[in-house]
């Protein structure tokens, strides 16, 4: 949605979804807002108790099943496994994802890596095209004034227009774009502690072509996981933030990491809103 200043501030149930990099502070925000009876859309959550949330189970299944005891109390259905996915943990779901590289060191087979980024893309369309059912069911079914959609880091990755769209059509598209400083952050962050990422797959076959060509590695088994996460993950960082702007561009509004850090309630961030649609218009 476009809006003016005005228009946004009589909008009666406002919509927004934060798009950006992880760790620019959408979740922060999310949860800043839910204080303040705003309906918390997780894209992560949605993608990791709906669509993947059987294959979740079956992964961790797989590997109790390779312990003789667990074996039999699982086959006897003396146990159970379940997930306890949450907002603030979100651990399952980025270890079904998974790192390439190495099965001894932990990593996934580059066939079994794919099958799993193919998973979570088609996880992650369905999780966004739930957002406009979930808006009508945070105001009908929860009493909600209004609904955050806290996107995962990967939604410039889609290539979809039909979630654009659909988002675009339904709520205020906020892309929280990182300072210069705020990027170096993000990518030492990242450095010191790997974890799972979605990559378009021709990306991550150009990145592990170069990866194996400077690392002397004859074929990805013999990739260290975290090693490539590390790699890879200023060029993913990178390669990503012109598909966040375009999207921005066409369907929303860019704010910076600087004026996300000073949110402190609702209100700095209607005001912040307010402020950056009178300058964009």
């Not at 309906?39 to 961790?60: K, P, V």
């Not at 312990?67 to 379940?82: E, F, G, Q, T, V």
């Not at 099965?103 to 739930?130: C, T």
Request: aromatic letters at 12%; hydrophobic letters at 35%; one cysteine or more.
């Amino acid at each position: 949605m476009k809006f003016s200043a005005s228009q946004f501030r009589e909008w009666d149930r406002k919509a927004i979804t934060l798009l950006g990099m992880s760790g620019v502070g959408k979740t922060r925000l999310a949860c800043l807002l839910r204080k303040s009876h705003w309906f918390h859309y997780s894209g992560d959550y949605r993608i990791g108790t709906r669509y993947l949330n059987e294959s979740i189970l079956d992964n961790i299944k797989q590997k109790a099943m390779q312990i003789p005891l667990l074996k039999h109390l699982l086959l006897s259905d003396s146990i159970n496994i379940d997930n306890n996915i949450s907002i603030d943990n979100l651990k399952a779901v980025s270890s079904f994802l998974g790192q390439l590289g190495d099965p001894e060191k932990g990593g996934l087979g580059l066939r079994e890596f794919k099958r799993r980024q193919a998973l979570h893309y088609k996880a992650e369309v369905e999780a966004m095209l739930d957002v406009p059912k979930f808006i009508k069911r945070s105001h009908d079914v929860y009493g909600y004034e209004h609904f955050i959609n806290d996107a995962g880091g990967s939604l410039c990755e889609l290539d979809k227009d039909s979630v654009y769209d659909t988002l675009a059509e339904h709520t205020l598209i906020i892309y929280i774009k990182a300072t210069k400083h705020d990027e170096l952050e993000l990518i030492k962050r990242a450095e010191l502690e790997p974890k799972p990422l979605y990559y378009r797959e021709d990306f991550l076959d150009q990145q592990i072509a170069e990866y194996l060509e400077e690392k002397k590695l004859g074929y990805a088994a013999l990739i260290e996981p975290d090693d490539f996460v590390r790699w890879v993950f200023s060029k993913l960082f990178y390669n990503r933030i012109p598909r966040y702007q375009t999207i921005a561009d066409k369907y929303g509004y860019t704010i910076s990491t600087n004026e996300i850090s000073r949110v402190n309630s609702e209100k700095d961030f209607l005001n912040l809103i307010e402020s950056t649609l009178e300058q964009n218009n």
